[in-house]
């Protein structure tokens, strides 16, 4: 919400993932963010980290997915004497976020979990900070679409598309040449697979300059994330993917850039801090001075080389999938969370994430046009293939 004089009054908010990292660090962003009102939390299952965020915020509602947590918070609230209403199951956590007073909706959920919510916010005329890179990865044909019908904005979160959207303003859009998009290279960059096929979670959990939640930082470490992203840039901006170059940068100082057809390139760069560019998303097209971190550039060195794809070979299957198109995008992510889960349980490799990506997209053979039902259907496949793969 504006002023007369188009000054930045605070909006209300709605945080759907409140509990997780990006979740947690926009509470802190609305905190000091005058005028902002938290109107509506949801998580899937921490009911306790809830409960401290209901104290501080008095949200008007708070929604937790499974059954015992959301019992358990209500018994809590109205112990405390709170006044927020408790709400269960995903439709309602859902629902909580699209309440009236609410005019942009942080999607902060992790995983294809988020492409549901994604498009009923989209639905109910809500402006979308978008951190669930994967609505759009498993679900851009869809959700691109319904944004514009709906007239609503979606503003990126991550850092990279932020820092392309930041380096778009008041250029043509015809002119890009190409984006850059940048990766730290994750904690295995230099490694060949040798030695790579003896790495543990913890080492993988590691990452050298950001710290995120454990899917993105695992996906972080294969290359995978940056796969992801390159399918989110290219819905988000209409971009093709030939257009879209991945540049290893590991001081991830340059968080993207944008190279146009005259030669110029314009970087977004700053500090390691989500809460900057969380921020920014909120308050677009509005700058709010804050006291997050700064980055000073003396003394900082920057290097830049191309991604080792022989080693990591998630980036090219990301290019492949989106290539296929249809709901091979829904079989890349499936399989990759599937992976990841038996990865961060101990039930297989590092090395085995990519290998059972692969051989998911290869053997798939039920490719459907988008929509919502064989986006689903593609990704249960994806989770029953690699499970089978592994469990039996
Ligand atoms: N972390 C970062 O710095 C970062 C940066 C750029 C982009 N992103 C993207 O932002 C998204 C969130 O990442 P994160 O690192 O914040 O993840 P995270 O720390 O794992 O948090 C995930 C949040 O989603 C909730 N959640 C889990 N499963 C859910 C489900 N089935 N339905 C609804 N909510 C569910 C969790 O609730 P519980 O706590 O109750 O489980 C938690 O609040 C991802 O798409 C990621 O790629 C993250």
Not at 258 to 274: K, S
Request: net charge neutral; glycine share 10%.
């Amino acid at each position: 919400m504006t002023d007369a004089l188009g000054g930045f009054i605070g909006k209300g908010i709605g945080v759907y993932g409140s509990t997780g990292s990006i979740g947690t660090q926009t509470l802190e962003v609305a905190r000091q963010l005058k005028g902002t009102k938290v109107v509506a939390l949801s998580c899937k299952s921490n009911a306790k980290l809830m409960l401290e965020q209901i104290k501080i915020f008095k949200p008007k509602y708070a929604a937790v997915i499974d059954e015992s947590g959301a019992e358990w918070l209500e018994r809590r609230v109205k112990a405390n004497g709170l006044k927020t209403e408790v709400l269960h199951g995903e439709r309602e956590a859902i629902n909580a976020c699209t309440a009236e007073e609410i005019e942009i909706v942080v999607n902060a959920a992790v995983g294809i979990a988020g492409l549901v919510p994604t498009l009923q916010f989209i639905k109910n005329g809500k402006d979308l900070a978008l951190a669930n890179k994967e609505s759009l990865v498993v679900g851009g044909r869809l959700v691109i679409p319904e944004a514009k019908k709906a007239g609503i904005k979606i503003l990126p979160v991550d850092s990279e598309p932020s820092a392309v959207f930041q380096c778009m303003q008041g250029n043509d859009k015809g002119s890009i040449e190409r984006l850059l998009l940048t990766a730290s290279g994750g904690p295995f960059r230099g490694k060949s697979t040798k030695d790579l096929s003896s790495v543990t979670v913890s080492e993988a959990l590691k990452h050298p300059t950001w710290k995120m939640g454990k899917r993105i930082t695992i996906d972080s470490a294969t290359l995978m994330n940056k796969g992801f992203e390159m399918i989110e840039l290219h819905w988000m901006f209409d971009i093709p993917a030939e257009k879209i170059k991945v540049v290893i940068h590991p001081q991830s100082i340059v968080h993207s850039a944008v190279q146009y057809n005259d030669g110029n390139i314009i970087a977004g760069m700053g500090a390691t801090d989500m809460k900057v560019l969380i921020q920014y998303a909120l308050t677009y097209p509005i700058r709010i001075p804050n006291k997050f971190a700064r980055l000073d550039l003396a003394g900082q060195a920057l290097s830049f080389e191309e991604p080792d794809t022989d080693t990591f070979k998630c980036l090219d299957l990301a290019y492949s999938a989106l290539r296929s198109g249809g709901t091979y995008p829904s079989v890349l992510n499936g399989s990759d969370e599937a992976a990841v889960q038996l990865f961060i349980n101990g039930k297989i490799g590092f090395l085995d994430i990519q290998r059972l990506v692969s051989e998911a997209l290869s053997d798939f053979k039920g490719n459907k046009e988008v929509s919502l039902e064989n986006i689903m259907e593609s990704d249960r496949w994806a989770r029953a293939y690699v499970n089978a793969k592994v469990i039996g």
